[in-house]
């Protein structure tokens, strides 16, 4: 049990913890809260002993009493202590004032302290709400740019004023996180642009000005319509106003605003305003499918003492029109989800960051650099149990996953107390267990690095909110792990010695019988009863000692339960990831297993072709193919004219012969008809037959030639020659004259 007085007013904690308590929304919550159903109850302010009227007055109440349900189990009632509660009828701007946000903002501007804000609550408990507030309401992040930008005025330089044109440049060289630059309207156009438009800017930028205009030659297209944009910023409230809440300032110095957004998804970190290529659908869709790339938590070269989130786009705002333009842009890749417990939950922890950079000359040589602080709002996913919350796959991966990280965060508040000024052991707080508390907490404590041994620890405020009709055990599991003190007592029930005693006392001062004496029966009872009495107190407090003890134990077995729902949640994740792995690992193998089979047809095909040219070879080998060489039509004229020559004289040698042979008394032999070895090329060659038919035939062959050259018909080749004689077949090398491949 903690000694609830002596921690409450411990103010060394790492964080400032107030609770804020959300009103009924639905006439359903009303009803309930109305019939007196709240199991949350705020304490009266107690007095202090140097307490006087005023301060009563304005005293505010910082405990609260958890009641359980009145169902079967008694269970202990808790006792919580807070820096301060805000009640139900709290306004944003109340919350805004008095959890110290404004001195935050003073620490970044004047104290050259970092600022942390978030928000920690079951789910629909309103962190969102006090974050970011809603349709009609500006939240803290809102109002703090308000602040902020007013405060600043006339101070403030412009990325975009071309003045300056090294602005830019000389930002990123100072800053240390290995982020890139923009300025808001290259920003603001590179999404909502026209695209014709954004064409025109991105070619008359070149080169000129290229180092001005980087995210205009990174993004493909602009991702959402400027129409959208307008309608989301005419709608954004303007209230509660904080015109009254300006911070003075050095007016001689200038300055720049970076506002940088991200967000810690399922334990890795995601930059909010480099769009993914589906806007904040991934989760909502349930695909996941989104492969954004996620960034290192890590030391840089510019920053080797402390941890930060590199690689992130920022952009240099000038006008609080910006800075929420950049904001809206960034909350629309922000993961929501509707869950059981919530329409629109947060399914990720989301950062928005408010870098102001003074301008700093070098005391030497008048160099110019950039050097400031951060103040950071967190808007925390909320706790969740998957029976209320009906989430399944993916979305109950995340609840693990955010359950998980909460829990860790809740092991490090619970810590946070043991951390006093006189206590410079960090590792009090396990705070390197998950993305979040490393985030949240890294900055929390003084630098022991000797380069920047005088940079202040961040100045933080955690608002925890509750629904005093929400689900009992887990905002009571919340409020026990982010109160900064807890009481558990047993309510008491009406004891029945303490009446046996009472009444055995009556017993004894009864008045004495009219007689004056008191019966032996009367005095044996009496003592009996004070026996029986004494029994009675003695089990009642075992009893009594016995509740407490179940009390612990079921407060026990609720964080057992806790960390076993993380460990599901873990579990699941890990299962997803070696789903995926497996899934990748098979693709690759897939991949591998075609390739190699690819490259076993080509070789096998290369074989098949190669076998086909040895065959081939082997058989033009053994044919031995002779080509004529293509005679031209003279020669070939020529060639026929000489035949025609050698054929003539030989018929009139013949026709000489047949006169001095023949007689007219013998009959001619009968003609037989010419024996043609086949084709009818000019290479061809009667073999057989009758001269003077030969001679016929010959003289029809030249006049067809000459017919056929007269009218420049195609001349075919000559017949080759086989093994020197005139082979009438023609024999060509070429395969496919070869007939099919088998063949051969
Ligand atoms: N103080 C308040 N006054 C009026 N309405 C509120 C208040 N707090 C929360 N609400 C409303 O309650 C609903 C749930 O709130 P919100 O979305 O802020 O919850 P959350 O804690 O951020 O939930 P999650 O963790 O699931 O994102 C919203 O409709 C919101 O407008």
């Known amino acids: 049990m903690t000694s609830l007085t002596k921690q409450s007013s411990n103010q060394t904690s790492l964080f400032q913890v107030y609770l804020r308590l959300r009103p009924p929304i639905t006439k359903e919550e009303a009803a309930h809260a109305h019939r007196g159903e709240r199991y949350l109850t705020v304490e009266p302010p107690e007095p202090t002993e140097d307490d006087n009227a005023s301060k009563t007055q304005s005293r505010r109440p910082t405990h609260i009493t958890l009641q359980p349900p009145n169902d079967s189990r008694k269970r202990a009632v808790e006792k919580f ?72 005025g006339n101070t403030i330089r412009s990325a975009d004023n071309f003045e300056d044109p090294t602005l830019l440049a000389s930002l990123s060289a100072a800053d240390s996180s290995e982020a890139q630059l923009f300025s808001a309207r290259n920003f603001i156009h590179s999404i909502y642009g026209d695209p014709s438009e ?61 506002v940088s957004m991200y967000e810690v998804y399922n334990d890795r970190i995601f930059d909010l305003l480099s769009p993914s290529p589906v806007s904040g659908t991934a989760s909502r869709q349930g695909n996941g499918k989104e492969k954004r790339r996620p960034l290192l938590f890590k030391s840089t070269e510019g ?35 509707g869950t059981g417990s919530n329409n629109a939950s947060s399914r990720s922890h989301g950062f928005f960051c408010l870098e102001v950079k003074k301008k700093v000359r070098g005391r030497r040589y008048g160099e110019i650099s950039w050097a400031g602080n951060t103040l950071t709002v967190v808007d925390l996913a909320g706790s969740e149990r998957a029976r209320n919350a009906r989430t399944a796959g993916a979305t109950l991966a995340e609840a693990g996953k955010i359950n998980e990280s909460l829990m860790y965060l809740g092991q490090c508040l619970q810590m946070q107390s043991d951390f006093s000024e006189g206590n410079k052991n960090k590792t009090v707080v396990p705070y390197r267990q998950c993305k979040l508390t490393e985030l949240l907490f890294s900055n929390s404590f003084p630098s022991s690095h000797s380069a920047s041994h005088n940079r202040y620890p961040q100045k933080a405020v955690m608002i925890v909110t509750a629904d005093p009709l929400g689900d009992f055990n887990a905002t009571s599991q919340i409020l026990r792990y982010s109160a900064l003190a807890r009481e558990v007592t047993v309510p008491r029930i009406p004891s029945v010695s303490s009446t046996i005693l009472s009444s055995s006392a009556s017993t004894q001062s009864r008045p004495q019988t009219s007689n004056g004496r008191n019966t032996p029966y009367a005095a044996a009872s009496t003592e009996d009863l004070q026996e029986a009495a004494r029994e009675i107190v003695r089990i009642t407090d075992d009893y009594e000692a016995l509740i407490v003890r179940l009390a612990e134990e079921e407060i026990a077995r609720q964080e057992a339960e806790l960390k076993l729902q993380a460990a599901e949640g873990r579990c699941l994740m890990i299962e997803q990831e070696i789903r995926e792995e497996c899934c990748a690992e098979m693709d690759e193998k897939m991949e591998e297993e075609r390739k190699r089979w690819q490259e076993a047809m080509d070789r096998q095909a290369g074989h098949h072709e190669e076998h086909l040219d040895n065959k081939l070879e082997i058989a033009s080998r053994g044919i031995k193919i002779y080509e004529d060489p293509e005679p031209t039509a003279d020669e070939r004229v020529d060639e026929l004219e000489r035949e025609n020559e050698y054929l003539r004289s030989k018929l009139a040698a013949l026709e000489r012969q047949l006169n001095t042979q023949t007689s007219p008394t013998r009959k001619p032999k009968p003609r037989a008809a010419p024996v043609r070895s086949g084709g009818t090329g000019f290479g061809q060659r009667l073999v057989s037959g009758d001269s003077s038919s030969d001679l016929e035939n010959m003289f029809q062959r030249v006049t067809a030639f000459k017919v056929a050259e007269t009218y420049k018909s195609p001349v075919k080749p000559k017949a080759a020659l086989v093994n020197g004689a005139r082979n009438p077949r023609r024999v060509t090398s070429r395969k496919k004259d070869l007939g099919p491949e088998d063949d051969i």
């Open 81 to 152: 202590a807070f820096t301060r509660v805000f009640e139900e009828d709290s306004k944003q701007l109340e919350v805004f004032e008095n959890t110290g946000v404004p001195s935050l903002i003073q620490g970044v501007l004047k104290e050259g302290r970092d600022g942390l804000v978030a928000t920690l609550g079951v789910t629909g408990s309103g962190k969102s709400h006090t974050i970011l507030g809603s349709k009609h309401q500006r939240g803290i992040t809102q109002m703090s740019l308000d602040v902020l930008f007013r405060s600043l």
């Open 198 to 258: 954004r064409g025109r800017a991105s070619r008359a930028q070149t080169p000129m000005s290229r180092g001005q205009t980087p995210l205009l030659e990174s993004t493909s297209a602009p991702l959402l319509s400027r129409r959208y944009l307008n309608q989301r910023l005419n709608a954004l409230p303007s209230v509660p106003h904080v015109s009254h809440l300006t911070i003075p300032i050095d007016t001689q110095a200038e300055y720049v605003v970076v």
């Open 303 to 337: 920053s080797p003492d402390r941890k930060i989130v590199a690689g992130l786009r920022k952009v240099v705002c000038s006008t609080y029109e910006e800075a929420m333009t950049v904001l809206e842009t960034g909350l629309t890749e922000r993961r929501i989800a």
